[in-house]
């Protein structure tokens, strides 16, 4: 498969070191380092298998990672001296809590932007109305960010039966094909499950295949990946302001065609 993505939407390093401290709900302070450096390669083998664009500082962070890994390993007698000197964790801790402060100031700006945008507003128009009424719906919820999707990619591999891989699938399936597929899927109905999706497939190649589908479509902005509750099941829902757009650039390509 020769699929190269690049994603504006791609966060760093320290981003999927908070992901993986809160969604197990770690102690920051006291991070078991040898279980989070585990899943922080398993992240990126999956990132290298999906061909993402991996810049070198995830590379510099698993070598960060393994590290300090290492000296956490060392023997009591020798783990006792360097713990007296200072915890091997204690400068990833230190960087880890400064960011999430930044991420923190970043989102309430981003908030108070929001908030000032709807102090002057033009009339509304029935189109507008409906997506009022569809937000006041799902009033709450938690936008799905790339490690969400990388996590449920990584549990969907899972779930397929061991069989299934040895299966001869004669279907080759196409990014571009899939993309038309869930805009299509997403057409009949408003909002489909990411599991679901998965659910559906028949071969490691079509999850992988759906998934870069889906990381295209975040990338355009044609769809809206949310979880209700943090860390659980990915709902996809159409963009509301891109689907006049897109559907005049489907009608025009058909028309070329």
Known sequence: MNYKIRLDMFEGPLDLLLYLVKKDHLNIYDIPIAKVTQQYLEYINLMQLLDLNIVGEFLVMAATLMQIKSKMLLPAEELAVLEEQEDPRAELVKRL?????????????????????EVFKRPKTEEAAQSKAFDKQVDKYFEANIFDLINAFSQALKDI????FYEVIKDQYTVEQKVHD????????TEIKLSELFSKTKSKMEIVVIFLA?????????IIARQDVEFEDIIMSRNKENIIPYERRDQAHTAES
Request: aromatic fraction near 4%; hydrophobic fraction near 45%; charged fraction near 35%.
């Open 182 to 189: 869930i805009l299509h899927l997403l057409l009949v109905q």
């Open 97 to 117: 809590l400064e960011y999430e402060k930044f991420k923190q100031i970043a989102e309430n700006l981003k908030q108070r932007e929001a908030s000032q945008q």
């Open 161 to 164: 039966p061991r069989e299934v």
């Open 214 to 222: 889906i990381l295209e479509l975040a990338k355009m902005k044609e």
